[in-house]
Structure formats: C-alpha cells, structure tokens
C-alpha cells in the first residue's frame, strides 16, 4: 500500500485530498508546515509527496531543495496557486516530478499520483536507483554524484567505476575484477595500465575533485 505525504496548511484542503486519496486504498499522513514536511519526507519512508509552496516556516521550493540536496528521490508533485511559467520552471528545476496549479479538480490530481508512482515503481525500486556513501550520493537513474551540496559530473567510463566502488565499500577490488566490470572486453589484457591518468587516483572512498 503506497504512502502519501500532503505537505498543506489549508486544513480544509489537507482534508479533501486525504479523504480522496483514503477512498482509493492509500494511506497519508499531513504536514502543516515546512520543518514537518523535510523532517517526515526523509525519515518516514513515503512513496510520494504532494508538497504546496506557501508552507509556514519556508518556502515549499526551499523544502524540495533541501530534499534533492539530501540525496532523497521520493517522487514530488508540486500543488500551489502559483500558475506564472517562471513559477513551474523553478519547480522542475528545484527537482519536482509533476506541477498541479490550484484551483484543482482532485479527478487529475489522482491520476497524476498513480502516474508518478508507476513511474518510480515503488519506494523500495527508488532505492536501488541511488547508492550512498556518507555525504556522497550515486544516482543511477541521472548518472550524477552529488557531494553535499554539490553535482559532479562524470564521464561515463568514470561514472561506472564509481559506481563499482560504491557497491562494494570497504573492499580491495583486484585489476581484474575492475578491467571486467569498467572495461569490459575492451581491454589489452597483457597491459598494466587501467585508464588515462585521470582514472588512476580512485578509490572506494574518493571521487574525482572536478
């Protein structure tokens, strides 16, 4: 059964939409202002997030900013009365999934729900598409490493031996093992170099510095 969190202070419009959302077999829960709706999205395990703008405490785009930066993937629907282009283009750009302006009929809403949660197949599907490693998060599904606050971007030959790394912390992988896995078969098997000098640096606890 999917979780919903409704990021709303309009308590009669928190209710309709849990009411609505309750009738077709999901459970919820509301936060009413920005501090609740950060703090329940990234530690109570939800499938979605209905999050309006005009939160008490900050804005809603700070809220989704600060979740992006988290590493957290929970899918986003943006539901505000801010309509301007400008408006639904710092929303996608903040990292939104979907933007519903207000006034809504709650009809498209739902349908914008199950379209989101079919996209991301699930919380737990969510989770094998990010890998991380203290303050450092592999996105599998952008091919992005984001560091704290910041995205690195790697080629693609780098990103997979990231990605190798990340999946087997703590661990001595042999010349092998990383020749087959990043590599592949493309590779004089007689030579004892791994990459260009840019590569050489790697280890299961750095990335590059870019």
């Not at 309009?10 to 202002?33: N, Q």
């Not at 209905?50 to 809220?63: R, W």
């Not at 282009?85 to 809403?109: C, H, S, W």
Request: proline share 5%; charged share 25%.
């Amino acid at each position: 059964m999917n979780q919903i969190l409704i990021a709303e202070d309009e308590p009669r419009i928190a209710a309709f939409i849990e009411k609505g959302l309750r009738s077709h077999g999901f459970t919820t829960a509301v936060a009413a202002d920005a501090y609740s709706a950060t703090n329940m999205a990234l530690s109570s395990g939800f499938d979605l997030m209905i999050l309006d703008l005009g939160l008490p405490g900050k804005d809603g785009l700070d809220v989704l900013e600060e979740l992006r930066g988290q590493g957290e993937i929970l899918p986003v629907i943006i539901l505000t009365a801010r309509h301007d282009i400008q408006d639904k283009v710092a929303g996608f750009e903040a990292g939104a999934d979907d933007y519903v302006t207000k006034p809504f009929r709650f009809e498209e809403l739902l349908v914008r729900v199950k379209a989101r949660l079919r996209h991301s197949g699930g919380r737990q599907a969510m989770e094998q598409m990010v890998i991380k490693a203290g303050n450092v998060v592999l996105d599998l599904r952008s091919r992005k490493v984001k560091v704290g606050q910041n995205t690195v971007e790697l080629p693609a030959r780098e990103f997979t031996l990231a990605e190798t790394f990340f999946r087997h912390p703590g661990q001595v992988l042999s010349r092998e093992k990383l020749l087959d896995r990043v590599w592949g078969y493309d590779y004089d098997p007689g030579s004892m170099v791994l990459s260009p000098a840019s590569c050489a640096p790697y280890s299961s606890n750095s990335l590059p510095s870019r």
